[in-house]
């Protein structure tokens, strides 16, 4: 029951509301990339993302059953479903079946776990790796093999390195346990096998390191977020509560042991490692948020189990049943957030109401602009709301180029395709609308510059944001802009390596973000910037896809 229970509980919670009705752009990655072929993804591995391959290749298998939203998210909803039971399973070994039961469910009911739970990431299935393989750490000392656990953080780590570093909670762990000696080789040898495997990772992934150029320096704030995070209420009475079981909990010496090296040692070291070289983000800690539910459970337990109050208040405190009803109500208090995390609002972006907007203003050969080239991911997430549209940038899809977004175009070819144009909509990011930012890469330039010297605004009205800022824009050729004009929408002379019409399919367009850089004092900067600023307040910079 301390296994079952919890794991159906937060099958429930995350099955509950899986369809949001889009999905967002960390999302929008894993689709279009898990629909590649295994060539494919391997050759996109060299460039980008290698840090998730092992995820990307098990996505492929599953979405070559059934390509939609729910099927993504279903491997997250099952591995935390899995995480909850391991949770249980942890607490049961550790301090008996109602500290087991009590852990998991608490587990199960936390929003964090029951947000990651819904995301097309690895984030879900890298915290059911780290519980699977902690149980068997805690199996290991008391004399079995160490190779499964050796096999299961291997794999864990494939899945995202930066799991590797609960090997430093797990010394922990054998040092407050006093393991003999016998122990220590054991777990060394299963280091070094993890070690072995996940080295030509490491090797590939650093030299992919800008992918997270974007992350801040953490401080106070980031790691009271993720205190926040990982109780089962962020506020409020639970939040306070959480805290003052944990504390009770210390003292349980065979769960401590375990726990708290678990919750504190992988965030604290990651964060530490950001002051100088910022790599840290909540997600990355996920797994770490498994050692807390163990803490409250065994204060609860300890609380409870302390010889006070009447004989029948005792009695009906110590039966599992009244701490099952403790977590309900928690979860209850937490309603709200849930509710909110089930919106498309609560995500950074909408990629499908990108596409439907788009759909609805487009007509048919409408030349199309992604500023920046990432921008595209709509269209590659949702390909039917641009169908109609000529992506006039783009050079090579993505899937044959070995990218993310396909490669573009050089700054001469585009000019001379934007010169055959009478139409022009802009899809752009909300941090490309600041006119002190300003592009290093040469075919972005063009596309700013040729927008403001070539082209206006059609009509304040034709200006349309979706969720996260994201701009659609029709431009119209300057009447005294030079260059030969065509027809609305067509397209004409544009040599071998145009696009004539649109494909069904649009292409991506980029390796990786392009790179920004502010501009050097007294120049000028495209003037789409005022043209096109949002009613709400844009990012303060650029945010490439995350690890």
Request: proline share 9%; hydrophobic share 50%.
């Amino acid at each position: 029951m301390a296994v079952a229970v919890p794991a159906a509980v937060m099958l429930a919670i995350g099955l509950w509301g899986l369809d949001r009705g889009g999905i967002w752009r960390d999302e929008g990655v894993t689709f279009q990339v898990a629909r590649r072929s295994v060539p494919q993804i391997w050759r996109l591995l060299h460039g980008v993302d290698a840090v998730h391959g092992l995820y990307y290749l098990l996505m492929h298998a599953v979405l070559a059953v059934h390509s939609d939203e729910i099927v993504l998210r279903l491997p997250s909803v099952c591995a935390a479903a899995a995480t909850a039971g391991l949770v249980g399973a942890l607490g049961v070994r550790l301090a008996g079946a109602r500290v087991g039961l009590w852990a998991g469910l608490l587990y199960a009911v936390t929003p964090m776990v029951g947000h990651y739970a819904q995301e097309g990431r690895s984030y879900a299935l890298v915290a059911a790796g780290v519980a699977g393989a902690t149980l068997l750490l805690v199996r290991a000392l008391d004399g079995r093999s160490w190779w499964p656990y050796a096999l299961v953080l291997a794999a864990t780590c494939l899945l995202h390195e930066l799991a590797v570093l609960v090997l430093c909670a797990h010394a922990v762990t054998l040092v407050w346990t006093r393991a003999p000696k016998r122990a220590w080789w054991g777990w060394a040898r299963a280091t070094g096998a993890v070690g072995v495997v996940l080295l030509p990772l490491v090797l590939v992934s650093r030299a992919q390191s800008g992918q997270v150029e974007w992350l801040p320096v953490p401080g106070w704030g980031s790691a009271e977020r993720l205190l926040r995070g990982f109780t089962a209420g962020p506020t409020g009475v639970v939040f306070w509560g959480c805290l003052m079981l944990v504390v009770l909990g210390l003292p349980v010496r065979q769960v401590a042991a375990v726990a708290l090296p678990l919750a504190v040692v992988p965030p604290a070291l990651l964060m530490t490692v950001s002051q100088v070289r910022p790599m840290y983000d909540d997600r990355y800690v996920l797994y770490a948020l498994a050692g807390v539910p163990l803490l409250v459970a065994a204060g609860a337990d300890r609380m409870v189990s302390a010889d006070a109050g009447r004989p029948t208040m005792r009695r009906l405190l110590h039966t599992p049943a009244a701490g099952a009803l403790a977590v309900t109500l928690a979860f209850l208090h937490a309603l709200p957030v849930y509710r909110q995390d089930r919106t498309p609002a609560h995500r950074p972006d909408d990629l499908a109401a990108v596409s439907a907007l788009t759909a609805r203003q487009l007509r048919p050969g409408d030349p199309v602009v992604y500023l920046p080239s990432i921008g595209r991911r709509s269209a590659l997430a949702y390909p039917k709301g641009f169908r109609r549209a000529w992506d006039i940038a783009l050079g090579e899809p993505g899937p044959p180029s070995g990218t993310l977004y396909g490669r573009e175009v050089g700054a001469g070819e585009l000019r001379r395709r934007l010169a055959r144009v009478h139409r022009l909509w802009v899809v752009t990011e909300p941090y490309a609308l600041r006119s002190r930012w300003y592009p290093g890469d040469p075919t972005e330039r063009t596309k700013l510059t040729a927008v403001e010297e070539q082209f206006v605004p059609a009509s304040a009205q034709r200006t349309r944001y979706v969720l996260g800022g994201v701009a659609l824009r029709l431009y119209v050729r300057r009447p005294d802009a030079f260059g030969p004009t065509v027809g609305p929408g067509a397209a004409v002379g544009l040599g071998p390596t145009a696009a004539p019409s649109p494909t069904g399919t649009p292409g991506p367009a980029s390796n990786s973000r392009p790179t920004v850089t502010r501009g050097p004092t007294g120049k000028h900067s495209p003037a789409i910037a005022p043209a096109l600023t949002p009613p709400t307040p844009a990012p303060a910079s650029p945010r490439p896809e995350p690890r």
